[in-house]
């Protein structure tokens, strides 16, 4: 290679040698760059003197935004015609129980999740995509890529509390609740966010591009074969999932985001266990089985190649079933706030938890909240002995402690102890 690009080490394939040292803010790049520059060769470049010692921490409030405008929400709502049909909530055929717990978790988020454990082919997966068309709408505010809440200061991101701060007003609208899938190949870039390199090149700034947890804000994240995620990822949920923040610290920036978001997964026990950090994050637990009846297997054969023919059909002989559906969950939503349970119900969970030597409080207090939730969903204003029969088992089984030599399945114990204690 000859002329200003010529070769006089290894990092001088980008710029020129005579390239002064760049200080913040990042000047624009030639244009005549490759596109697919690596961030760590742009930080190389920037520190002084070779060294990384260079970089100082800064605070990054440029955040990398789609342009929103009728044209992209023309675009938007073209998209949502074409996008690929998704199986009916209301025709899935059994597995109450695993059904049950994404329903008490859409009416309250804050039960924490659910983790969904079971036999291959079993329908996880399909269960819970088809969970999409039940979503309610939430307010967010326009342009805003972490779904703040413009009438709640502790779900937005900082710009938008600082545009709050200085008597903006903000542009609101309301969209579905969104459900992001978490690859299991995901990078740890593509899960927190990282550096928006275009705009560095283009615009000459740091601009932070969201990541998968940004997008998940105040919906629900779901993890396929959650047994197998890289440890590392592991640990990512685990800090958001415990703190409703995600924080990202890359190379001379540090920026934080809220992460608020339903954590739904599933599994094959076969193929591996949950490390227990993860497994207590989760709210619920529900175990799926294998169908044994013949008529039922049939029932569901058929329906699945029913849908496979005719898809949009298919959907439309359950419009009235799904919309029936949406409002119930609405009207539970709505009336959660005035569900009360009685003190006397309190302490038998609390004794119940107590007892089985449940370590921590998450226990009791996912119990109270999937009791009154399933209240909520019957249109009761009143949590009864058997609401807390129903869910004290998918709330507690996960966090006993394993005996290798029982035999006995953990929700039966804790269905033993629930009668021992309310009899």
Request: charged share 25%.
């Given at each position: ?8 080490s290894s990092s ?15 000047p ?12 760590r060769?742009?930080?190389e470049i ?6 990384r010692?260079?970089?100082?921490r ?5 955040v ?6 009728s ?5 938007r709502i073209a998209?949502?015609e ?14 109450e129980e695993m059904?049950?717990?994404?329903l008490?978790n ?8 659910v983790?969904?454990?079971?036999d ?9 995509r088809?969970?999409?068309d ?14 703040s809440d ?8 900082m ?14 609208t309301?969209i579905k ?31 932070f591009?969201?990541g ?11 993890v396929?074969?959650v047994?197998?995620l890289?440890d590392?990822?592991v640990d ?7 703190s ?14 809220p ?37 039922l ?19 439309e002989?359950?419009?009235t ?12 939503r ?18 119940v938890c ?18 009154k939730?399933?209240?909520?969903l ?5 949590v ?7 869910v ?10 394993k ?14 102890k629930f ?5």
């Amino acid at each position: 290679m000859v002329g200003p690009l010529a070769a006089c080490s290894s990092s001088a394939l980008l710029l020129p040698c005579s390239a002064p040292t760049l200080r913040y803010p990042v000047p624009s790049f030639p244009t005549s760059l490759p596109a697919q520059i690596p961030w760590r060769r742009i930080t190389e470049i920037g520190a002084s003197s070779g060294s990384r010692r260079g970089f100082r921490r800064l605070q990054v409030s440029n955040v990398a935004v789609p342009e929103v405008s009728s044209t992209t929400e023309v675009r938007r709502i073209a998209a949502k015609e074409v996008q690929r049909p998704v199986y009916p909530f209301a025709a899935i055929v059994g597995q109450e129980e695993m059904k049950l717990c994404l329903l008490l978790n859409v009416i309250d988020p804050k039960i924490g999740g659910v983790m969904i454990m079971g036999d291959r082919g079993t329908g996880k997966s399909t269960t819970v995509r088809s969970l999409v068309d039940l979503l309610p709408e939430i307010k967010v505010v326009i342009g805003d890529p972490f779904n703040s809440d413009p009438d709640d200061p502790e779900s937005m991101g900082m710009e938008v509390r600082e545009r709050v701060i200085q008597g903006e007003e903000l542009p609101a609208t309301t969209i579905k609740i969104t459900m992001v899938d978490l690859p299991l190949g995901a990078t740890e870039d593509r899960v927190c966010g990282t550096i928006d390199i275009e705009k560095a090149l283009t615009e000459g700034v740091k601009a932070f591009e969201p990541g998968l947890l940004a997008k998940a804000n105040r919906g629900i994240l779901y993890v396929d074969e959650v047994n197998l995620l890289d440890d590392h990822l592991v640990d990512v949920l685990l800090d958001s999932a415990a703190s409703g923040w995600n924080t990202v610290e890359r190379e001379g920036i540090s920026i934080s985001h809220p992460a608020r978001f339903i954590l739904i997964g599933s599994g094959n026990p076969e193929e591996g266990e949950l490390r227990p950090q993860l497994l207590d994050r989760f709210g619920m637990h529900a175990q799926v089985g294998t169908v044994r009846d013949a008529e039922l297997r049939v029932k569901i054969v058929e329906e699945r190649a029913r849908f496979d023919m005719d898809p949009k059909g298919f959907r439309e002989s359950y419009r009235t079933e799904q919309e029936k559906l949406q409002q119930q969950i609405t009207s539970a939503r709505n009336n959660l706030s005035s569900v009360q349970i009685d003190h006397d119900l309190r302490v038998k969970i609390s004794k119940v938890c107590a007892e089985l030597n449940v370590d921590g409080l998450r226990g009791d207090i996912v119990t109270n909240r999937a009791a009154k939730a399933l209240a909520a969903l019957k249109g009761r204003d009143r949590v009864t002995p058997d609401d807390v029969a129903t869910v004290i088992p998918n709330c507690l089984r996960h966090r006993l402690r394993k005996d290798p030599l029982e035999s006995i399945d953990s929700g039966l114990l804790v269905i033993e102890k629930f009668y021992e204690v309310f009899n």
